[in-house]
């Protein structure tokens, strides 16, 4: 299978948790000896935000940000993709792309202002047309409403894209922090995207997720 890996900057830890990166490293290892080709997005978690909030508190526009922010989930990436023995990070969906099909494995941060990482994920899925998406987050999966916000939110074991956009549709904003952000949503939706997003807490759920096992949220 292709396979898109979002794995959360919040996964990581701010800073990076050097046992973390290296469970996923071994785990995406392991992807790669079932015959799989991944291509593995990283974002930029709390480090990004307190970037985020420094820019803003100085009076620089959302553009820049969101730059700032890039620059944080690509420092994110490097570390990643350095324990995978990769020495470079992706800049652009045809780098990504062209990284996989040499070495069936390629690692990137964020891609351009506007957009956060997930969306990054959704348009390599796009342009490589994978076959899966794997979103690692800080939650169990989706939940009907933010269950950090509200305690009786129940969690969904499936969802329809009507409903997941229903759920998690809205704007861009820079830092947002949502299970998946609404950007990616609706071009998950409309062009019709297998994701299933698990806790990333547990790097086994991806090899579940990707063996067909029931983990996490099942978005189709």
Wanted: net charge positive; no cysteine.
């Amino acid at each position: 299978m292709k396979i898109v890996m979002r794995l959360g900057g919040s996964i990581l830890g701010s800073p990076p948790d050097p046992d973390v990166v290296i469970r996923y490293s071994d785990v995406i290892s392991r992807v790669l000896k079932q015959r799989h080709n991944v291509v593995v997005v990283v974002g930029g978690g709390a480090t990004a935000r307190h970037y985020i909030d420094a820019a803003s508190r100085i009076g620089l526009p959302h553009k820049e940000q969101d730059s700032i922010a890039i620059q944080a989930s690509r420092l994110n990436a490097r570390l990643v993709g350095m324990a995978l023995g990769i020495d470079n990070v992706a800049v652009t969906l045809s780098g990504a792309i062209s990284g996989v099909r040499k070495h069936r494995v390629a690692v990137m941060g964020g891609l351009k202002p506007g957009i956060t990482t997930d969306t990054v994920a959704t348009l390599v899925a796009e342009a490589w047309r994978s076959d899966l998406i794997i979103k690692a987050s800080d939650q169990e999966g989706i939940y009907t409403a933010d269950p950090r916000k509200h305690p009786d939110a129940k969690l969904l074991s499936t969802v329809s894209y009507a409903t997941v956009v229903e759920i998690l549709g809205g704007k861009h904003s820079p830092g947002i922090h949502s299970i998946v952000d609404p950007i990616a949503v609706q071009r998950i939706a409309k062009n019709r995207l297998r994701l299933v997003v698990v806790k990333g807490d547990n790097p086994e759920n991806v090899i579940r997720a990707i063996n067909g096992e029931k983990v996490g949220t099942v978005v189709g």
